[in-house]
Structure formats: C-alpha cells, structure tokens
C-alpha cells in the first residue's frame, strides 16, 4: 500500500499509550489499533483531525506516501 500510517511513531514521540489517545479523542480503541497497524482502507478528516490536535502535528506526520512497486513495474 503506497500509504503508511505513522500513528505509533507519533505517540512513541509524544510518550503516550494507544489507550490514552483513544480517551482524550474519543476514538475507539478498536479503530485507533487499526490505524495503528495500518489495517484501513480510509480515515475520516475529523478523525485525522482529532489525532493531530491531541498529538500537537500535522498529517504530514502522520501519514507518508511511498512509491508503489507494483505500479512502477507497469
């Protein structure tokens, strides 16, 4: 996937748990692990938006684009 999540990146910076984002966001445990791990096809504005607030940094922190190897080979 030419999209990688860097959520557990950001909370190692930041010294805190999966458990505690999902408290001051209001996210769920269950979707913040998913993002976590990479297992989304999507992720909602308002839900970026409430990560990037409660970890004090921007998308662009959290979310990396890498070139598709697949597409390349095409």
Do not use: H, W
Not at 33 to 61: H, M, W, Y
């Amino acid at each position: 996937m030419p999209i990688i999540i860097r959520v557990d990146r950001m909370l190692a910076e930041r010294k805190m748990k999966l458990n505690d984002l999902a408290r001051i966001t209001g996210i769920s445990n269950v979707n913040l692990s998913k993002l976590k791990t990479g297992n989304v096809k999507a992720i909602r504005f308002s839900t970026l938006e409430a990560i990037c607030k409660t970890l004090r940094c921007q998308p662009g922190d959290i979310l990396e684009y890498t070139e598709d190897e697949e597409q390349d080979e095409a």
